[in-house]
């Protein structure tokens, strides 16, 4: 009998079990970075140097836990209220969502806000970052800008001192890089090479730079409608699908394979700062590379702007002390903050003084390899903001596929139905 | 009621704890769920029938419903001429048939990842083991998963080989239950092996035969990680199966009302799949 | 003639089916560069692959994870599985048929409708990213509760009732009796519902996003999926190796429950 009472007690003792516990100190802070090894580590000193001085008012560092995607992580610490009071490794185009659902602070509302802003950032980019309702939830922080790899040494041999800047000098180094390289009827190395994949974040690294590229800066998404039915975007795509029509661009998933740009299987990428520590650790003997601006359409004007996979600092609903947590946001963004984080991850703050302040110039003086980006930062766009952003990308993304990577259509239908699709997302949400 | 008495209802409480908090509430939350719309973190929001009007409209979700019906059309009779060929050779009294089985069994065992992953290279157009193979005898390359056309098949090609070892085992067993006396008298009357094989073999493992084309069903409805890995879904969203576009709407874009729409609708497909099936092979038996 | 034919058939067969896992194996400790034109043996021989896979991502972790989700998984299914069976086929109690018919019912349910709601549950429970949204969903299983239904009934009666009247609670009888008495039940339920645990992905997919929980096929798949390998192909590889293994091992011990477990399923409707 006594067994029988024991199993009865413990079934419901299972199904009501305790999750976990929010690590939350009572009077300090729990700030989450992300857990790239080099973050890490930054955060740390900021954290430590803020701890010293404010032992009082201690806040507590952890990385976010490791999975599948950071995005998913703080999804799922949202839905099981379990958030931080502070992440710092916000993808601009997920605040949107979070923020009309109403899990995030609006910082223009915390004194002193508004003029430390305006102060670091460019009111074009406060712009940017500006919700539909007019608030601010999210603090321009790091910018990882895509620019265009290139192979230094192949590009020589095929007699280019400068990479090509225009669509159609493209074309050219391209159709001199097939012509070189058919083997059995088969071409096996090309000019560069982007992920056909549908997915929608893959339209991040080539559609939506090469767009911005394009339109200066242009928008997908405005007062909820699409408004890149436009030629800037029907020449991104054309662009694309001629390098695929012209076999200029294969069409597998070369990163199914090891990495096509260091075996000299292609001769550019388009990419980030990210790509430098990684091409030099695995890069063969003898290798050289550089960045430039991504290719323009011939009758291009004014710089050359592109996608900054921009990420950005957010305070959630759950935090207890706002004010707080924003005096200690303004360490990790002072100016000893960003020079920091540009010294210790190589990832670029998105700030105005970035090439005018000495400090900052000197250090790209020094590392010639970054000077590329830091030239870029200004020219940077990060995604609309849209509760519904993922949605948008993927809608793209299948014209794309169809028009640019299979040519089942001109690239003037695909832009029109792509909008015409995104048009029916926003109208749905 | 006496202790006596209450016994068997202790032996069975947990399952139906079980069967209550995990079966029977998310069928009725299900379907509860088809009515609103929601996104996990901003609260619910009732939306009548908008998701069903959704769902009639969504070319994709037909898509990708034609997509499995394209993978199982190809996948179970591959599956079934396959399996019952080799099992036929390995009902003979030949030496080894341990070891040859245990060959055939091996990919049933290992995880479907391991299978997924493995035959991305093997499929792969530039430098897939395939491919090359194709070209060391003078053929042209073939875009296993790069050409929309023949994507799907591929995959079921590979889902083919992953399984095939299970319907051998099934089959074989199948085949020991024909009684020997049965072709002795053929062959008396001067029947033919094709002949033995169409009017005595086949009728006889007919039970064998509809638990196969069963279980291949439900098996290749649930058609999930092999597009995930492999293609995303893709070329042109011809290997975009149904339970991967579920999972796309409820877990990529957080649309869980509709996605709990959707699920409903494939459930219902499958039930009258299945039932047909019955109906069918039943008939034949009959 | 007929007899060689049948036999180089069949050795063709088996090379199809194995030749696949030898250039895995081959692949995965071969140097990068040399992957693109393997087709048998590697040029060289190194664990680096292996090394960077370890240095990566928790994959011992994980092991662990997909060992203790799984043992007490089955554990759970056995228990539970053969209590329930037991009810049913030699205990009287009211909604007997009733219960049988629902454990049928459930088991031609599709996924698809509970796997949304279920998941929600978890959030509700704030299981998500505990062992327990792993185990509990599926510590009890239809299946299991009808092939032990199903053996259970070819035990003697008498040999129960015997039990009775020495004055043997009906536990005991379960546990002292049944399970002795089953013992082929027990493996086969015990081999089918740990391969079943030990290869789902999309649950684990779902309700793990923190990598110290993850099961290893999750966390091989979200491996080869995602960007932590670093465009290295013979990483990848060597993680699906990795995955592989284990199976491998027991299946080559236990080959012949392995089979005889996974046929069964198909002969017993």
């Given at each position: 009998?006594?067994k029988?009472?024991l ?7 299972i ?7 929010r690590e939350?100190?009572?009077n300090?802070?729990?700030?989450w ?13 900021i954290?430590d ?17 490791e ?8 999804l799922?610490?949202v ?6 009071d502070i ?19 609006p ?13 670091r ?6 712009k ?12 321009p922080?790091?910018i ?12 020589h041999?095929i ?10 000098e ?7 890089i097939?012509?070189?390289n ?11 090479y982007i ?36 030629k800037y ?12 029509d012209?076999?200029?661009?294969p ?5 199914a ?8 299987d292609?001769?550019?990428?388009f ?11 695995f890069?063969?003997?003898g ?18 702007f ?15 002390n ?9 360490s990790?963004?002072?100016?000893e ?7 210790m ?6 700030r ?7 400090e900052?110039?000197?250090?790209f ?7 590329p ?10 995604p609309?903001?849209s ?11 299948q014209?794309?596929?169809?028009c640019?990577v ?14 015409d ?9 | 009621?006496?202790t ?9 409480v ?13 069928v ?9 719309k ?40 591959l599956?079934?001429?396959v399996a ?13 048939i ?5 060959a055939?069994f091996?990919?049933?065992?290992v995880?479907g990842?391991?299978v997924?992953?493995?035959?991305q ?5 530039e ?21 929309p056309e ?24 199948g085949?020991q ?13 001067g029947?033919s092996?094709w ?18 084309i ?5 098996g ?10 492999m293609?995303?879904?893709g070329?042109?969203?011809?290997t975009?199966?149904a339970?991967l ?6 877990f ?7 996605a709990?729409?959707?699920?409903f ?14 109906r ?7 | 003639?007929?007899k060689?034919f049948?036999y180089?058939?069949l050795?063709?067969?088996a090379v199809?089916?194995?030749?696949p ?14 992957i ?19 240095s ?10 997909s ?7 089955t554990?759970g ?6 209590m329930?069976?037991?009810a049913?086929s ?16 459930t ?21 998500v ?5 792993l ?16 053996y ?11 039990a ?11 546990f ?19 391969m ?13 996003r ?11 798949t979200?491996?080869a ?21 284990p ?23």
């Amino acid at each position: 009998m006594r067994k029988i009472v024991l199993i009865i007690l413990l079934i419901p003792f299972i199904v009501i079990s305790c999750g976990h516990n929010r690590e939350s100190s009572e009077n300090g802070i729990l700030y989450w970075s992300s857990n790239n090894t080099d973050e890490i580590n930054f955060a740390k000193k900021i954290v430590d140097n803020w701890n010293s001085k404010n032992p009082e008012r201690k806040v507590k560092f952890q990385p976010v836990p490791e999975g599948q995607s950071s995005e998913e992580v703080i999804l799922a610490a949202v839905v099981g209220e379990t958030t931080p009071d502070i992440y710092s490794n916000m993808w601009q185009g997920d605040v949107e969502l979070y923020a009309k659902a109403g899990k995030l602070v609006p910082l223009d509302t915390l004194p002193g806000f508004l003029p430390f802003i305006y102060e670091r950032c460019d009111s074009e980019v406060v712009k940017e970052v500006t919700s539909s309702d007019g608030h601010i939830y999210q603090i321009p922080w790091k910018i990882n800008p895509i620019m265009m790899i290139y192979n230094k040494k192949w590009f020589h041999n095929i007699g280019y001192n400068n990479p090509p800047s225009t669509y159609s000098e493209y074309f050219k180094a391209a159709e001199k890089i097939k012509e070189n390289n058919m083997q059995n009827g088969y071409v096996n190395k090309w000019v560069g090479y982007i992920e056909v994949e549908v997915t929608w974040w893959q339209r991040l690294f080539d559609f939506y730079p090469l767009y911005l590229a394009a339109s200066n800066g242009g928008h997908l998404i405005q007062n909820n409608k699409a408004v890149f039915d436009n030629k800037y975007a029907v020449e991104t795509f054309s662009f694309l699908k001629t390098l695929f029509d012209n076999k200029y661009f294969p069409r597998e998933r070369l990163s199914a394979r090891q990495d096509p740009f260091l075996s000299n299987d292609i001769a550019t990428r388009f990419t980030g700062p990210w790509e430098i520590a990684h091409s030099n650790k695995f890069k063969p003997e003898g290798f050289q590379f550089s960045f430039s601006t991504l290719p323009v359409p011939g009758n291009h004007k004014g710089n050359v702007f592109t996608y900054g996979d921009t990420k950005n600092i957010v305070i959630f609903n759950t935090c207890k002390n706002k004010i707080l947590a924003w005096q200690f946001i303004k360490s990790l963004i002072s100016k000893e903050g960003d020079f920091e984080l540009l010294k210790m991850t190589n990832q670029i703050p998105r700030r105005k003084d970035l090439t005018t302040d000495k400090e900052f110039s000197d250090f790209f003086n020094d590392n010639p390899e970054m000077r590329p980006f830091a030239l870029q930062a200004k020219y940077v766009k990060g995604p609309d903001n849209s509760p519904v952003l993922k949605e948008v990308f993927d809608a793209i993304s299948q014209q794309f596929e169809e028009c640019v990577v299979y040519g089942k259509k001109s690239p003037k239908e695909a832009v029109k139905d792509a909008a015409d699709d995104v048009n029916l997302i926003l109208l749905q949400q | 009621m006496t202790t006596k008495k209450a016994i068997p209802y202790l032996f069975i409480v947990p399952y139906l704890i079980h069967f209550l908090v995990f079966i029977s509430f998310p069928v009725l939350f299900s379907f509860f769920l088809m009515f609103n719309k929601w996104n996990i973190i901003a609260p619910m929001e009732f939306v009548g029938f908008q998701n069903f009007y959704r769902l009639i409209h969504d070319h994709l979700f037909l898509q990708s419903i034609l997509n499995t019906l394209i993978f199982l059309i190809i996948h179970i009779p591959l599956q079934i001429i396959v399996a019952l060929f080799f099992a036929v050779l390995l009902s003979k009294k030949l030496k080894f048939i341990g070891f040859f089985r245990a060959a055939y069994f091996l990919p049933v065992v290992v995880s479907g990842v391991v299978v997924t992953i493995l035959w991305q290279q093997l499929y792969g157009y530039e430098s897939g083991l395939l491919n090359r193979m194709l070209i060391s005898v003078g053929l042209d390359k073939v875009g296993w998963l790069t050409n929309p056309e023949i994507a799907m098949p591929s995959i079921a090609i590979m889902a083919t080989w992953k399984n095939v070892g299970l319907y051998i085992v099934l089959f074989l067993a199948g085949l020991q239950t024909v009684p020997q006396y049965l072709y002795e008298s053929a062959e008396l009357e001067g029947a033919s092996s094709w002949q033995k094989f169409r009017y005595i073999t086949l009728p006889m493992i007919n039970p064998t035969m509809f638990m196969v084309i069963i279980l291949s069903t439900i098996g290749g409805f649930s058609l999930f990680i092999e597009p995930y890995v492999m293609t995303g879904g893709g070329p042109l969203n011809s290997t975009l199966s149904a339970v991967l576009y579920i999972y796309k709407q409820g877990f990529f874009y957080y649309h869980m009302g509709y996605a709990a729409t959707l699920g409903f609708f494939f459930a219902g497909i499958i039930l009258v799949v299945i039932f047909i099936q019955k109906r069918y092979i039943e008939k034949e038996t009959g | 003639m007929k007899k060689l034919f049948t036999y180089i058939t069949l050795i063709i067969g088996a090379v199809v089916f194995i030749y696949p896992f030898w250039w895995m194996l081959a692949a995965s400790v071969a140097p990068q560069t040399s992957i693109g034109n393997l087709t048998f043996l590697p040029e060289s021989v190194s664990l680096n692959s292996y090394s960077q896979v370890f240095s990566k991502i928790p994959i011992a972790r994980s092991l662990f994870n997909s060992l203790f989700v799984s043992l007490t998984i089955t554990l759970g299914v056995i228990t539970f599985g053969s209590m329930v069976g037991y009810a049913l086929s030699h205990l009287e109690f009211k909604g007997k048929n009733l219960l049988f018919y629902i454990i049928i019912f459930t088991m031609t349910l599709p996924f698809q409708i509970t796997l949304i709601p279920q998941y929600i549950l978890m959030v509700k429970f704030n299981w998500v990213d505990t062992y327990f949204a792993l185990i509990v969903p599926y510590f009890l299983s239809g299946l299991s509760i009808i092939m032990f239904n199903q053996y259970f009934k070819t035990i003697p009666r008498d040999l129960i009732d015997a039990a009775r009247i020495d004055g043997c609670g009906e536990f005991r009888i379960l546990f002292r009796i049944l399970w002795p008495n089953a013992l082929p039940a027990i493996i086969t339920v015990g081999i089918i519902t740990f391969m079943t645990s030990w290869n789902e992905v999309l649950w684990p997919i779902i309700v793990i996003r923190d990598d110290k929980l993850m099961t290893l096929p999750q966390l091989v798949t979200l491996f080869a999926v995602g960007g932590r390998a670093e465009s290295q192909l013979g990483v990848k590889l060597a993680a699906a190796t990795l995955l592989a293994i284990p199976v491998i091992v027991a299946y080559a011990f236990f080959q012949k429950y392995f089979i005889q477990s996974m046929a069964s399923t198909g002969l017993k409707e």
